[in-house]
């Protein structure tokens, strides 16, 4: 069907209009990715500060998973995991890549999975591939908002292991690289790596007076360890939230410059629907000139040529 200025200035008020909207998720998403990245920032030295009552703790009790690994002992059993993803769409394969890392990883593991999903986007590919899912939380909106759903976490997860539905816990996330880029992690939070510990374990304290565990060892320990689960979710909702809005934001400039070259090709050829226009309006008016000439000149030809009364 043939365009018409008409419908052509509709076309492009729409575009004009939606790039608008687009410009101003550009916007929102930008801002967004700087405070996240400033709260995980911000976790750094209350993290050194945790690590270094576990490594105090550790020295005076080394963790079971330490012993457990030196009398070659291996827990297996029921995996539980949380995968944080996002609620809303415009983030390109943000939760396909995510959710694909968890399956692969977690397939690989001796256990049946229990999963707990952050998001509905990834909720929604987690189930598509048969995991069992233990629940659904929403993404938050704000970095304020992340330290009630952490511990809605903690408390949903704590109560299923209690109950021994599973012997490890596991995070997935994405987390922001260079640019817009980011790449999925994963993370055993528990039981403790053993490792990990060993080696908090041998870091020396940063004075000369060296620490004493008040207390009870046992009831401090476990207040660290909650700690240290805090922090670790924290950072991982943290991350997630900049990657999606990092995904977002590159979605929305690849959205924002194929707008600029649709409104170039509209505003292209309604210019040029609109010469054409004005091309014929010309031509009409010049053959009406001519045609009057005509009519004018033959009429002075046959007054001249007419004989007198």
Request: aromatic content about 8%.
């Amino acid at each position: 069907m043939s365009e018409t200025t008409a419908s052509l200035r509709r076309k492009i008020s729409s575009a004009g209009d939606l790039q608008s909207v687009v410009r101003t998720m550009k916007a929102l998403a930008a801002s967004s990715i700087g405070q996240y990245e400033k709260s995980v920032s911000a976790l750094g030295d209350y993290c050194r500060t945790v690590e270094l009552g576990l490594g105090a703790c550790f020295r005076e009790n080394p963790p079971a998973t330490a012993k457990a690994r030196r009398n070659g002992e291996t827990k297996v059993g029921p995996i539980g995991a949380v995968i944080f993803g996002s609620d809303q769409g415009l983030v390109g394969q943000f939760n396909d890549i995510v959710a694909d890392y968890a399956i692969k990883t977690l397939a690989a593991l001796p256990g049946k999975p229990h999963v707990w999903a952050v998001g509905e986007r990834v909720h929604a590919r987690l189930a598509d591939a048969g995991l069992s899912l233990m629940g659904l939380f929403t993404v938050p909106n704000s970095v304020q908002a992340i330290t009630p759903l952490v511990g809605q976490i903690q408390i949903e997860s704590e109560a299923h292991r209690a109950k021994g539905e599973y012997a490890q816990f596991y995070v997935f996330h994405n987390r922001p690289q260079s640019g817009a880029l980011y790449e999925p992690v994963g993370q055993r939070l528990l039981p403790l790596d053993a490792p990990w510990a060993e080696g908090l374990a041998n870091v020396p304290w940063p004075t000369k007076s060296l620490p004493e565990i008040m207390g009870g060892g046992t009831t401090t320990l476990r207040a660290l360890i909650r700690e240290y689960l805090f922090i670790s979710l924290f950072r991982a909702c943290a991350e997630s939230l900049a990657s999606e809005n990092a995904s977002r934001l590159a979605a929305m400039q690849r959205a924002d410059k194929n707008i600029d070259d649709l409104l170039e090709t509209l505003h292209g050829t309604f210019h040029q629907l609109r010469q054409s226009g004005i091309d014929e309006e010309l031509f009409d008016v010049i053959s009406g000139f001519e045609a009057l000439s005509k009519e004018k000149a033959r009429r002075s030809t046959f007054l001249i040529t007419s004989p007198a009364p």
